[in-house]
T-cell receptor, first 115, second 111 residues
Framework: DVKVTQSSRYLVKRTGEKVFLECVQD?????MFWYRQDPGLGLRLIYF???????EKGDIPEGYSVSREKKERFSLILESASTNQTSMYLC??????????????FGPGTRLTVL | SQQGEEDPQALSIQEGENATMNCSYKTSINNLQWYRQNSGRGLVHLILIRSNEREKHSGRLRVTLDTSKKSSSLLITASRAADTASYFCATGRYNNNDMRFGAGTRLTVKP
């Protein structure tokens, strides 16, 4: 079974703190993704990576950065956490398909609260 | 911007009835996927339909795709209480590795 794990299920941080969210997948997937999920807004893509050290901005990259030093690991960094970054963060991974992305496998999510 | 938009936002039916959810999108796609999310849990992939396909089945699920109307529908037949969940469509563009999700349809199946 494909497994995508995230470093924490719940996280509480203070405004201004630097926050690291880690995601690891064990299926040798090329693609990895970070989304945030808010009520009524569905999933919004923050960043994705299609290869080691490669990254592309999604729809809401402001206030976030990412790192992919190894194929299996994709980190999301909140440089200076703010209360509007309180959300559920979901990591996903997938193989590349001809012409686009394949089925995504999701981690359980990290519920981040910024006080 | 978000690619897919699901309709309706919420749907409530009785067990045994069929449930139909729709998804509209804005740009050309390589494929369209449907996912399910049970309360408080991660998303699970249900089905992928490519842009050159019109219909696909998987168990009680039937997905259609109309690229001329930029829309897709997910039909769940003979629904069960366990089908209660949020359902999302996601679209992938040609030669892009990213996926865009809609806001989802919340399905409630009453026993």
């Amino acid at each position: 079974d494909v497994k995508v794990t995230q470093s924490s299920r719940y996280l509480v941080k203070r405004t201004g703190e630097k926050v690291f969210l880690e995601c690891v997948q064990d299926m040798d997937h090329e693609n990895m993704f970070w989304y945030r999920q808010d009520p009524g807004l569905g999933l919004r893509l923050i960043y994705f990576s299609y290869d080691v050290k490669m990254k592309e901005k999604g729809d809401i990259p402001e206030g976030y950065s990412v790192s992919r030093e190894k194929k299996e690991r994709f980190s999301l960094i909140l440089e200076s956490a703010s209360t509007n970054q309180t959300s559920m963060y979901l990591c996903a991974s997938s193989f590349k398909l001809a012409g686009g992305a394949g089925e995504q496998f999701f981690g359980p999510g990290t519920r981040l609260t910024v006080l | 911007s978000q690619q897919g938009e699901e309709d309706p936002q919420a749907l409530s039916i009785q067990e045994g009835e069929n449930a139909t959810m729709n998804c509209s999108y804005k740009t050309s796609i390589n494929n369209l996927q449907w996912y399910r999310q049970n309360s408080g849990r991660g998303l699970v992939h249900l089905i992928l339909i490519r842009s050159n396909e019109r219909e696909k089945h998987s168990g009680r699920l039937r997905v259609t795709l109309d690229t001329s109307k930029k829309s897709s529908s997910l039909l769940i037949t003979a629904s069960r209480a366990a089908d209660t969940a949020s359902y999302f469509c996601a679209t992938g563009r040609y030669n892009n590795n990213d996926m865009r999700f809609g806001a989802g349809t919340r399905l409630t199946v009453k026993p």
